[in-house]
Every structure is written in C-alpha cells, then in structure tokens.
C-alpha cells in the first residue's frame, strides 16, 4: 500500500504538542464537533455498558454461559448490521434505477 501511495512531505512545521493544541480552535470553533464528540462518547459508554450487563447476566446460574457467548451475540450482530447495510446498498441502487 506505501508503494501506491503518492509521497508527500507535510506543509506546515507545526510540532505535535502545537497540533494537540490546535485542537482547542477547532473544538470552540466547530459545534458540530461537540455534538458529534458528546454522541460518540454516549454511544460507546451505551455499547460498553450493554456487553458488560450481558456478559455477567449470561455468566449467573440461571444461564450458567460464558463470555464467549456474548461474543456469539456480537458476531449475531454484526451480521445483521451487515445485512442492513447490504439492504441499504441494494435500496439505493434500485431507487436510482427509477
């Protein structure tokens, strides 16, 4: 992939602690930034906790299954996000088709 990739030197001389702070304009500059940060902080606090409560309710005496189990479940999952996107792709095509 390096070979196929044009080489470029960067334009700036901007070291890395001024890049971290450069961040700070673009945060205060950007609200869509903020929104989008806070609602993907949300979302992976939201994803973490799920796996975390199924992977201890699945472990109790009443299912007396593992962790490797939830993972079934994300794999179960990932393929159904993977079909809805399929879904959503083959939509699209047959909309543009009209």
């Known amino acids: 992939m390096a070979a196929a990739l044009p080489r470029s030197l960067p334009e700036g001389r901007s070291t890395y602690a001024g890049l971290l702070v450069s961040l700070v304009h673009l945060w205060r500059e950007f609200r869509e930034l903020r929104i ?3 609602t993907q902080a949300l979302l992976f606090g939201a994803l973490t906790a799920f796996w975390t409560i199924l992977a201890l309710r699945l472990e109790q005496p009443r299912f007396g299954l593992g ?3 939830a993972g ?3 794999v179960v999952g990932a393929v159904g996000i993977l079909a809805a996107i399929a879904t959503l792709v083959q939509l699209r095509a ?3 088709r009209r």
Request: charged share 10%; no cysteine.
């Open 36 to 38: 989008a940060a806070y």
């Open 67 to 69: 962790s490797e189990v």
């Open 72 to 74: 079934l479940f994300g």
């Open 94 to 96: 047959v909309l543009h």
